[in-house]
């Protein structure tokens, strides 16, 4: 089949319900990624970044910094990164993420998951009732006075493998998380279901109790101040009342 584009070269992705070549694909996320700095106004011409990621999304993350090279050629942009290790448990490696940004000096961060992580994350928090850090599904999050950008959050890794940067799925150490990865990868290959479900994780945010006082994790739960993690690690800072989420808002 050829690029439904083009119309010379071999389809290779099938991005945005079209059939395309590796070149035209990378037009497509390049244009969406333009789109959504343009509309979130999330960048200025000589801005200091940091892009925090797990280790899985090492490649992505590069990915993204040569995206936005691309369509700022004249911007001077400090790119830094902050590697996460992966920990075996999701939310603990999504906790470290966090933590990484609540702490950095930088005020403008990105983070590079795309959207079959979140719909995995969206499955796995509703089957083990942990619903922590769903609220990193978003374009742009303001969180401990900071801007965070999420380019590629409705945008599943499939339809980047049209970009060499992109050498492989992803491959995280927590098995169940995994496991819901790949079933997703198998049952949703038309790609439209991720860029629907975020209704879904709307209606989960809208019926949270309350959030850590320390990473901001969603908690099902009233009777403690804390997420697990932050127990652990704060304990001395986890002994106030649940913040509520009205409370947050306001």
Sequence with gaps: MLCVKCNK?????YISGKYLCKFCSRDEII??????LSSTRFLDRNDAVLIVFPEFYKDVSY???????RICKECKINFSFEEISDEGDINKTLWDTVIKIKNSTENKIILPFTADFYLAY???STSTRKYYYINLYD???HAF????FVPLYNTPLTELKGFSEVTGELNVKDELFNIILKWSKNNFSDNEIYHSFGNSIQLIMDNIKGRCNICNALLTSTDFACCEYC????????????QSKVEEDH
Aim: glycine share 2%; with cysteine.
């Design 231 to 242: 127990s652990k690690s704060f304990s001395h800072l986890c002994l106030g009342p649940l």
């Design 9 to 13: 070269n071999y389809a290779e992705v």
């Design 139 to 141: 374009i742009i999050i």
């Design 145 to 148: 006075d900071k801007n965070i």
């Design 122 to 124: 969206l499955i796995y």
């Design 63 to 69: 990915l993204i910094k040569n995206v936005i090279n």
């Design 31 to 36: 244009k969406r990624v333009r789109r959504e």
